[in-house]
């Protein structure tokens, strides 16, 4: 007796051959030969079935009923027939082993190429998700609120990203709290609890867009006074309301902040200026026109010469502007003019409070000089760059930061606002 190899497809078994010949021919009806068969047979059947258990692909694929492709059952019989010496007509092996080794070699390539599969696919979520962490808009991020003592009583909440400021008053009778952002108007709210435990009595937004007048809602069981101008009123209604709504009832979890909030409108609106005096202190609110905004509000505190100026302030930060689609909200002229006014009253303040930006205690009203300086630099290299025959498109890709304001941060600001120089130089001149 002698051992060959025999090669049913890509698989190799070993069969006992029974010769009974010179010529070493198998004698496949010899009873040895075929228990031998079969014995290997079973044992490979053995081995087929616990790669069925390891594979999704042998559950679905190799089933008792599958027949043998034409292509293996070919190689089959050409490689016993080269073997033995048998013509391609005789039985290679039963059917039963070729099923086994095709499923075996199925099993195998298709466990694999499913691993390959799976690989890929978690590299590719790794690779996205790193890409959505980039992307995301800033939006979508936590507000960081780092209190800053500007005087005695009087905090600034700065936001750590150059996102809208909160200014909060200490008073005997209670708080004031200038601007409240549903973003982290929360984390002002937790911060004032560890200041003081007086409640918050009086709220005034110095504009109506959401980054300073949507989050009141925090300040609910406080039972606040909501103080705002007529026009501000007007737009947190008819402008505001409609971007605040839209973003509730949206299910993208980036507008999280704003499910099951509400839009608390004012309860005191007025046109001008009033004084509230509240807690020993006085509180000059004037309504100072069209300049960031529609309708701006300033909170001048002369017992503690502070100024809060709102977003007619920015400080190391490119100053926004409002916008909905070709209407402009912001108005550069006059917003330099209200920067004038504020400087030609001539008021003992140490510090003006900015709407965005770093609080410069002391420094007075060297910030509001700066702040004028910005707007007329940049306007006037808008202007050159127009007699020069530029489109807008061209000035957003030409146009320079003079180097006094190189370090300034917020520069997705920068584009907007040089659209609006652009339009109402073409307006007005100016």
């Not at 490979?44 to 599958?66: D, E, G, N, P, V």
């Not at 013509?87 to 099993?107: I, L, Y």
């Not at 009086?202 to 006074?225: E, F, N, Q, T």
Request: positive net charge; charged residues 25%; contains cysteine.
């Amino acid at each position: 007796m002698s051992r060959r190899s025999m090669a049913f497809g890509s698989t190799s078994m070993t069969v006992k051959a029974c010769t009974d010949s010179p010529n070493s021919r198998v004698n496949w009806a010899s009873p040895a030969c075929r228990r031998s068969t079969r014995r290997r047979l079973t044992r490979s059947t053995q081995r087929s079935a616990r790669l069925r258990k390891k594979s999704i692909t042998a559950k679905r694929f190799c089933k008792r009923s599958r027949k043998p492709t034409r292509a293996a059952t070919d190689r089959s019989r050409s490689a016993a027939s080269s073997l033995t010496g048998r013509s391609s007509s005789a039985p290679a092996a039963p059917s039963r082993w070729r099923n086994r080794s095709a499923c075996s070699n199925e099993n195998r390539n298709g466990l694999l190429n499913k691993r390959i599969l799976m690989k890929l696919h978690r590299i590719s979520l790794m690779f996205w998700m790193v890409v959505i962490w980039f992307i995301t808009p800033a939006a979508s991020a936590p507000e960081e609120m780092r209190p800053v003592k500007v005087t005695d009583g009087v905090y600034m909440f700065e936001n750590s990203r150059g996102a809208s400021n909160a200014t909060v008053v200490i008073t005997d009778d209670g708080v004031l709290v200038l601007d409240f952002n549903i973003l982290s108007a929360d984390q002002v709210l937790a911060g004032i609890r560890k200041l003081t435990d007086k409640k918050v009595r009086y709220l005034i937004s110095s504009h109506s867009a959401l980054d300073h007048a949507s989050g009141a809602w925090y300040y609910r069981d406080d039972k606040p006074v909501f103080i705002a101008t007529k026009r501000q009123a007007h737009d947190l209604q008819m402008q505001e309301l409609a971007g605040f709504n839209e973003r509730r009832n949206s299910k993208d979890p980036r507008n999280a902040p704003y499910h099951g909030k509400e839009l608390v409108q004012p309860d005191i609106a007025f046109d001008g200026s009033m004084t509230l005096y509240f807690g020993g202190l006085t509180f000059q609110i004037t309504a100072e026109g069209r300049g960031h905004s529609t309708s701006d509000v300033t909170v001048y505190i002369p017992q503690k010469r502070v100024f809060l100026m709102g977003d007619l302030l920015d400080t190391e930060v490119h100053p926004g502007q409002g916008e909905s689609g070709d209407i402009f909200f912001s108005n550069v002229k006059g917003w330099i003019e209200i920067l004038d006014r504020i400087m030609a009253r001539h008021l003992p303040v140490n510090t003006y409070v900015p709407g965005h930006g770093p609080v410069h205690i002391g420094r007075g009203v060297k910030d509001l000089e700066e702040q004028k300086r910005y707007f007329v630099i940049m306007r006037d290299e808008v202007a050159k760059l127009i007699a020069a025959g530029k489109s807008l498109a061209q000035i957003e890709k030409e146009i320079k930061v003079p180097q006094e304001f190189a370090h300034y941060k917020r520069v997705d600001r920068l584009r907007p606002f040089i659209k609006l120089y652009y339009h109402q130089l073409l307006e007005t001149g100016y």
